[in-house]
């Protein structure tokens, strides 16, 4: 069974620029989370998708957003780009979603903003 | 108040036990977990325990919760040098559907 998929896995943008990332998560999982590792700040939650549907959301600025499709592939996308945007996005999918917690992590996607 | 907190370095001899630390602030907890992270790479889902659960072990790690202190640890026996890596304890929260995310410890195994 493939697992997450993440791409690209590496990217470098200007400050000011957007971007937009993908993932497809393992066959038959329906629940797609994002989170966001730092060095600083660690590794904090984004949003998490379930049937096309934003469940929850953490503590972001409205630049950031995503979207889940109906095949539950999701893209996340920051707009207007700050170097404290750099960092190392992680999409995890899950099967019972937003119950035990149970998340599988692809090998993220590494953004540098120059 | 959601916050994990982990000693940031463990250096341990090749064959010895590790014992990795975790504390945690959210007493409605369900489940908490312990990924690891290799260099480069994702996180991957080593093992969970129920917060009704005292004690779990799979193979070599063995989980040990002390609900009353808030108290979770990860014992890895027979430590190798493959086990070298950052391990994340994170506690699950129903309200909000996330996981929160201890800093990390960085386990270094040397032979």
């Known amino acids: 069974k493939a697992g997450v998929t993440q791409t690209p896995r590496y990217l470098i943008k200007t400050r000011g620029q957007q971007v937009t990332l993908s993932c497809s998560p393992i066959?038959?999982?329906?629940?797609v989370s994002w989170y966001q590792q730092t060095p600083g700040q660690g590794l904090q939650f984004l949003f998490e998708?379930?049937?096309?549907?934003?469940?929850n959301k953490g503590n972001f600025p409205g630049r950031f957003s995503g979207r889940q499709f109906s095949n539950s592939r999701s893209e996340m996308n920051v707009s207007t780009l700050e170097l404290g945007d750099s960092a190392l996005y992680l999409c995890?999918?899950?099967?019972?979603?937003?119950?035990?917690?149970?998340?599988?992590f692809g090998e993220g996607s590494r953004l540098t903003v120059l | 108040g959601e916050d994990v907190e982990q000693s940031l370095f463990l250096s341990v001899r090749e064959g010895d036990s590790s014992v990795i630390n975790c504390t945690y602030t959210d007493s409605s907890s369900t489940y908490l977990y312990w990924y690891k992270q290799e260099p480069g790479a994702g996180l991957q889902l080593l093992t969970y325990?129920?917060?009704?659960?005292d004690m779990k072990q799979d193979q070599r790690l063995t989980v040990l919760l002390n609900k009353k202190d808030k108290h979770l640890s990860l014992r890895i026996a027979d430590t190798q040098t493959g086990d070298s890596a950052i391990y994340f304890c994170a506690e699950w929260l129903n309200q909000g559907g996330k996981l929160i995310f201890g800093q990390g410890t960085e386990l270094s195994v040397k032979p």
């Open positions: 325990i129920f917060s009704n659960m």
């Open positions: 066959s038959g999982h329906r629940s």
């Open positions: 995890a999918s899950s099967l019972q979603g937003a119950l035990t917690g149970e998340l599988f």
């Open positions: 998708y379930f049937s096309e549907t934003q469940r």
